[in-house]
């Protein structure tokens, strides 16, 4: 029954005969076509966002110098160029790649169904998406040019044309934050449906792969924390170009409301796509060790844990925003019990290694690179958290350096791994390993030296957002370091390209990957590389949980969940 | 003595010195599962790399025996975690909850697009009276006194950061936020916003002019408009 709910018509074909162009690819209800949709719509974004990087960087390394590639970056380019590298990295690269690639690519294959619930929603959440990307980058051109007022857009100055010089831009902005998240919440339906309703026969609740899991309570986090923003984008739209005051205190309204709506959304964001990145991981460190997932079912209740959790700390954004000092107590106590659940998880991953048999396959690699630097990130977190300490580092590089280890670990190293891992199932041919091997250390290297020396900028002062430091004399001495972090970020975007090559070499001269390259154990390899429209050729049944490697009762290391003895 | 200034900046406040012990401890005990986690990844994946280790244990992590290197750590970091608990909120009740009994001078921080206005409450020590000393981007005060800020923001948010005190507030259009602050080393210091306000967001920066009694006395009636005219 749950398999045949809202089909398209495209869909009862089973590739019987040939589709068209355009229903194949531009107009598809096929899951793994969405998926690749949503992944490379990401990546052309994360090329933009990354573009963007490397000017403001550029800027900050060497001001006033006219950066190859764009020219001279004024104030008001550089404050654009910061703002949507946030925003572009988060909502366009980060969600779309995490959530929505690998959450289209992967439930349906690994809970063993032939498609989403609802693949006309799907479709729809994907269009929609590609709307919003459109009405983000046409606002980078409109008269008075793209929004520069930070990505957490704070009212007064996102919501005052004459304070940010940029009245439509900024209304671009928003409405394109708006669509994207009617985009995520389309496809989140689908998400927890599919897993819930569309289970091969057998597979109980703690059969479900963990990398399912993590999709799913990802999007009832995202669901559950979206409807204020949303609320709260409509509201500076309304702020904007009607006339209202939700946010104006000359009108009666107050500009901290609006930092309550964006990180009451903004810190469970954090959580929805961290926790796709982590099922990730756990994946790939499972196969490459050939090791049982160390206590499942605990993993799987600390995620729980964290996600509720997440939504009890999104003040410590605002300890010195103006909110009543006292709330500042409640928050630094719920947001170092947040570390508890997290540091949990990754002693977890580490403890899964214990008595492996360990390759370092590529994306083994980038799965261990992320334990190794997510690390960083959360132990960082704990300076923030803290009332007392983050006084003195609020808005300084010190945060800017602790969210990118932690974003940059999820939504990069997380995408690397999960895309290395699945390319042979995406794509039928295997990927380059040295080229491979190469791009990892090409990006990890640098990726510590742009970030290690910026956690020191910060712990000496530097502020956020600052076009140049040359009036700063506190400041302006080290512009050594910021030179020395942006040659490490040219180098890393540098090295992209050998991806990009690797990525397009393999699709037309890999080798042929067969259906289960890894002798991994989850539904999605059990079926053909790439799987055809539809996936399964007879629906699997499922008999065993999806970790059950090196089994002692068994001759091969590997047992697959429908394998019947 | 300020062991744990790790900043390379003074510590001029009486708290500065409070929240560097705040950073340093914070450093001692996540620093302290920072090294053992990695330590253990690392250690793992040398030992059990396939080479070593041809084929793989069957654990399935709820081995009470095994269980227990999860759960042991995990109360430890809880047990860290109350700790931390502890210094901070102290510090911040100190910083942020508490103000100086009256009287003390109060001065006024005002943030715009794109400088800081100061009102000094200039020889009579009262704000709003003919003789407040306004200037514009240079904040004077004196050495050991306690000072009330009154901060406000005149269109968007600005955030009223002084690096060397460890101070920083944000100002928000619409509201007057009190606090305190005082310096025990006369010098130039320097002001920042650090709230993105605008396209001049960089162009903020401010000097704190940090004075001994008798200096800031002479700067107060060097500027002082009623003890400009009577000189007059």
């Known amino acids: 029954m749950a398999h045949a709910v809202d089909h398209a018509p495209a869909h009862d074909d089973h590739g019987h005969h040939e589709q068209s162009f355009f229903m194949k690819y531009m107009w598809s209800t096929d899951h793994k076509m969405i998926a690749m949709q949503y992944m490379f719509t990401g990546m052309l974004m994360a090329m933009l966002g990354g573009f963007f990087a490397y000017v ?59 498609d989403m619930v609802f693949p006309k929603l799907n479709r729809l959440s994907y269009q929609i998406f590609l709307l919003s990307a459109i009405v983000l980058i046409a606002g980078f051109f409109v008269p008075g040019g793209g929004f520069g007022g930070a990505w957490t857009a704070y009212p007064p100055l996102s919501a005052v044309g004459v304070y940010n010089l940029t009245p439509m831009g900024s209304s671009f902005w928003v ?17 927890i449906t599919t897993s819930m309703n569309s289970r091969a026969p057998g ?28 609320a709260g984008a409509i509201m500076l739209l309304f702020d904007q170009n009607i006339g209202t005051g939700f946010f104006n205190p000359a009108m009666g309204g107050d500009p901290v409301l609006w930092q309550h709506l964006f990180w009451f959304f903004g810190h469970p964001e954090v959580y929805v796509v961290l926790l796709p990145t982590l099922g990730i991981v756990a994946e790939i460190i499972c196969v490459f060790s050939r090791k049982k997932l160390f206590a499942y079912q605990t993993v799987l209740y600390t995620m729980f844990g964290t996600g509720i959790l997440s939504f009890t700390v999104w003040a410590h954004h605002q300890f010195i925003s103006g909110i009543d000092p006292r709330m500042a107590n409640v928050f ?47 132990v960082t977190g704990i300076y923030l958290g803290t009332a007392g300490s983050d ?41 380059d390993e040295t080229l491979g091997k190469i791009h990892f ?45 942006t040659v490490a970020l040219v180098v890393m975007l540098a090295a992209q390209a050998i991806f990009i090559w690797n990525f397009f070499k393999s699709l037309w001269s890999g080798p042929i990957a067969g259906p289960n390259p890894y002798n991994a154990n989850t539904l999605e390899w059990q079926c053909p590389s790439p799987p055809p429209h539809g996936n399964f050729a007879e629906l699997p049944t499922v008999y065993r949980p999806p970790y059950e490697y090196s089994h002692p009762d068994r001759k091969e290391d590997f047992w697959p969940q429908n394998s019947p003895v | 003595m300020d062991i744990f ?228």
Request: glycine share 8%.
């Open chain 2, 5 to 232: 200034n790790f900043t390379r900046l003074p510590a001029i406040s009486s708290f500065a010195t409070s929240i560097d012990d705040v950073i340093g401890w914070v450093t001692v005990l996540v620093g302290f599962w920072f090294i053992v986690t990695e330590v253990v990844l690392f250690y793992f994946i040398l030992k059990y790399r396939k080479q070593n280790s041809p084929k793989a244990a069957y654990i399935t992590g709820e081995e009470p025996e095994l269980f227990r290197w999860i759960s042991r750590p995990h109360a430890a970091v809880l047990v860290f975690d109350v700790f931390i608990v502890v210094i901070g909120v102290r510090v911040w009740l100190d910083v942020k909850q508490t103000l100086p009994p009256e009287p003390v001078p109060h001065v006024r921080v005002i943030g715009q697009q794109w400088a800081w206005s100061f009102v000094h409450p200039g020889l009579d020590g009262q704000l709003d009276t003919a003789d407040d000393i306004k200037t514009v981007d240079d904040l004077h005060i004196q050495t050991n006194q306690q000072y009330i800020w009154e901060l406000e923001a005149r269109d968007v948010l600005h955030s009223f950061s002084i690096p060397a005190m460890r101070l920083k507030q944000d100002a928000v259009p619409g509201r007057v936020i009190k606090g305190w602050m005082d310096a025990n080393a006369a010098g130039v210091y320097e002001i920042q916003c650090a709230e993105i306000c605008g396209i001049g967001h960089g162009l903020m920066p401010g000097k704190l002019h940090v004075e001994d009694a008798a200096q800031h006395t002479a700067w107060m009636q060097a500027h002082s408009p009623v003890a400009r005219i009577a000189a007059n």
């Open chain 1, 203 to 230: 597979m109980k609740l703690y059969d479900i792969p963990i990398v399912v899991w993590t999709i799913v309570i990802a999007s009832v986090l995202f669901m559950c924390s979206v409807g204020p923003l949303i």
């Open chain 1, 332 to 378: 630094t106590i719920t947001t170092l019990l947040i570390s508890v659940p997290i540091a949990e998880m990754l002693f977890v991953y580490i403890a899964t290694l214990y008595k492996g048999s360990i390759t370092l396959s590529t994306p083994m690699l980038w799965a261990l690179g992320f334990i190794a630097t997510f690390l960083i990130g959360g």
């Open chain 1, 441 to 485: 250390w090409l990006t990890f290297i640098p990726f510590n030296c742009i970030f290690i020396p910026l956690f020191f900028l910060g712990l000496w002062g530097e502020h956020r957002r600052i076009y140049s430091y040359e009036l700063f004399d506190e400041l302006w001495k080290y512009q050594g370091i910021r030179q020395f972090a």
């Open chain 1, 175 to 191: 409405l394109a934050v708006a669509l994207e998240f009617v985009a995520f919440l389309l496809g989140g339906i689908n998400f």
């Open chain 1, 391 to 431: 006084i003195y580092f609020h808005d300084t590089y010190f945060v800017l350096a602790h969210f990118h280890y932690t974003f940059f670990p999820i939504a990069i190293i997380g995408t690397y791994a999960g895309v290395t891992y699945w390319y042979p199932k995406m794509f039928g041919r295997m990927l």
């Open chain 1, 56 to 114: 403001f960087r550029m800027q900050n390394a060497f001001p006033g110098m006219a950066v190859p590639g764009f020219g001279l970056v004024t104030p008001a380019d550089y404050n654009m160029l910061v703002t949507n590298h946030g925003t572009i990295m988060i909502f366009w690269v980060a969600m779309p790649v995490l959530v929505a690639a690998f959450g289209n690519f992967l439930i349906p294959l690994m809970v063993g169904c032939d």
